[in-house]
């Protein structure tokens, strides 16, 4: 099972490993989910994530945890939609997390147009459904990070979701070490 440190330091290795669309994406960490999810606090949040400029990518993305599980919020704001990863594919849990991360959305979209005192699309409502991947579902908790982490690198790579299977996950999970390895130690 991966922590949020893993978690998010793959998705750093990732966009140094494929920089070419970095620019169209904003990354949140799960912390900035949770928060919203425990308290509404749009202005904690938002001086957390606000140095991303969120309102101007094309693809935000929100890792989720929920108890020993992991999900991925991709959010599309110019088309008004979240997917959600589910590799347990378990439809309650998807629905609640995106109903959690279109409300965190608006809120810091209305933050941004406030603050930068510009007026925005404000997408509403959001459309939010489960991200199809046809060799995706797992029925174990351990790989459920590592899937989060293999949409998000063919997300970087320009693709719509990834083809891996199940029985190449080992592999890149060797390879996810070595990208995070090469980052080096933190300053």
Known sequence: MLNEEIVYGGLCALASVYPTHVPEF?????YDHTTWRDSRSVRS?????????????RVILVPIHDVNHWMLAIV??????????????????????????ADMMTALFHEAEAVHDIQLDIP???????????????SNYRDCGVW????AAALLKGKQSTGLSDD???????????????????T
């Open 26 to 30: 904003a990354f949140f960490t799960t």
């Open 76 to 101: 599309r704001p110019q088309e008004a939609r979240i997917d959600i990863l589910d590799s347990l594919a378990d439809d309650k849990l998807w629905e609640e997390h995106a109903k959690h991360t």
């Open 124 to 138: 509403t409502p959001w459309v939010a459904a489960p991200l199809e991947v046809e060799a995706l579902q797992t």
């Open 45 to 57: 949040i938002w001086k957390r994530v606000r140095s991303t400029s969120f309102w101007t990518r």
């Open 148 to 151: 989060v982490l293999v949409v």
């Open 168 to 186: 190449e996950i080992p592999a890149f999970r060797r390879f996810l070490y070595h990208a995070i390895a090469t980052l080096g130690p933190s």
